[in-house]
């Protein structure tokens, strides 16, 4: 039994995507050769019967992301009529292209064209009396009061890997299949190149592609709310309201690369606790650390040292940005865990997070960060499929076992 993964219609996306369905809810443990088959969106579950009479204790909240990258396809339910155009803001040379893009998917293919209200308020685009006429066909809107998520279909980015960082920014539940062309300076995550956007957009348009299905981090920012917990009474003495939730305030983002704490502008060395599922795993000393996702690992914690994962491994990465510990190595952890990071109670200083390098604030003393595999990620689509265009961006953006190639050795010269 299989299901088609489908991602054009969005009327049910208030539900998370589970990651696991279960053909069979039970499971015969006694006959290794009777086993229900738990299918995977993304590929199939191994066996949970081990010999004759052992089997895994069934968990109707496990997460079980074994991945088969060659049965991610697209597909719609229903045809796209609907198109978000992203474009990098104050970059001349996207100009061109944007016009020739949204012209094509609103004259050609007759799609819905939603555009930022801030992109359109540029004078090279608002003077422009020629595609004028074009721009009076937009939907626009505002990432910090509208909400699109039910309206479109899928997306299209212009620019480089920043603005399929921003692309995910807008959609804080389900997000549309993103397609994203190569305009930006590095360009790891965006594949297609706009030469050929028409044929590729059609393609996609039509529902023949790959995707990789890029998992995001759900974090939730608990901060003491000082101003409404304490109270001073007649005699001046301070009261509380107590520790409960209730008396804090809490922000939640989904993050696609990662989610960075470090010691801002302070000369004092980061001093922050890491919980795992509840319990405290370390203390970090130093300038900091990455809370990675499989896509953020290629970003700033590989630069601090960290190991490449490709994005369709479960994983979180943790990485400390140069520790004053010669034993203290990044570590990968499972895409179920909860992770929580506090500022240490002796810490000398406060810290500071950043997520996707933006939305940057102070940590301070009671603050939490709290961090968990988001059941929303981005469905990504590919140029050709996740393990080729992967390895290439290792290859092209960041030259990866680059060499010298070493000269053949005949048998004349084996001889000295």
């Not at 305009?183 to 995550?189: A, K």
């Not at 594949?191 to 939730?220: C, H, M, W």
Request: some cysteine; overall charge negative.
């Amino acid at each position: 039994q299989s299901w088609g993964l489908s991602l054009g219609d969005h009327k049910n996306d208030s539900q998370c995507m589970k990651y696991i369905i279960s053909a069979d809810d039970e499971l015969n443990c006694g006959n290794p050769l009777n086993v229900s088959v738990t299918v995977s969106l993304h590929g199939p579950s191994p066996v949970t019967t081990f010999g004759p009479k052992a089997c895994m204790l069934q968990n109707p909240h496990t997460v079980m992301h074994i991945q088969d990258p060659a049965s991610q396809r697209l597909t719609w339910n229903k045809p796209p009529k609907s198109v978000l155009v992203i474009k990098k803001i104050q970059d001349a040379s996207l100009l061109q292209p944007f016009k020739e893009l949204c012209m094509f998917l609103t004259e050609v293919k007759d799609m819905i064209v939603y555009v930022e209200k801030k992109v359109l308020e540029d004078p090279a685009i608002s003077d422009d009396e020629n595609f004028r006429a074009i721009t009076k066909k937009f939907c626009t809107f505002r990432d910090d009061l509208d909400d699109i998520s039910n309206r479109v279909d899928f997306i299209i980015c212009l620019g480089g890997d920043g603005t399929l960082l921003y692309a995910s920014s807008l959609f804080q539940e389900s997000v549309p299949p993103v397609m994203a062309f190569h305009l930006g300076s590095l360009g790891f995550l965006t594949p297609f190149k706009f030469d050929t956007y028409q044929s590729q957009v059609t393609q996609i348009i039509e529902g023949n592609a790959a995707i990789v299905l890029r998992s995001r981090l759900k974090v939730r920012v608990l901060k003491e709310n000082w101003e409404k917990k304490a109270r001073v009474d007649e005699k001046g003495i301070i009261l509380t309201n107590g520790d409960n939730e209730s008396s804090r305030k809490a922000v939640q983002y989904q993050v696609l690369n990662e989610v960075v704490v470090d010691r801002g502008p302070s000369s004092y060395l980061s001093n922050v606790d890491l919980f795992l599922d509840g319990h405290l795993i370390t203390t970090v000393q130093g300038d900091g650390v990455i809370v990675s996702t499989p896509t953020g690992s290629t970003a700033y914690a590989v630069a601090a040292g960290a190991s490449m994962i490709h994005p369709n491994v479960p994983a979180i990465m943790i990485t400390p940005i140069c520790p004053h510990s010669l034993s203290f190595r990044p570590i990968v952890v499972p895409a179920g865990v909860e992770l929580k990071i506090m500022l240490s109670c002796d810490a000398r200083n406060t810290a500071w997070v950043s997520f996707d390098g933006r939305k940057r604030q102070e940590i301070c003393h009671g603050d939490s960060i709290t961090i968990t595999t988001s059941c929303f990620p981005v469905p990504s689509i590919c140029f050709r499929d996740p393990v080729n265009d992967w390895f290439e961006s290792l290859a092209q953006c960041l030259h990866w076992n680059v060499r010298k190639k070493q000269n053949y050795l005949s048998s004349e010269d084996e001889e000295f």
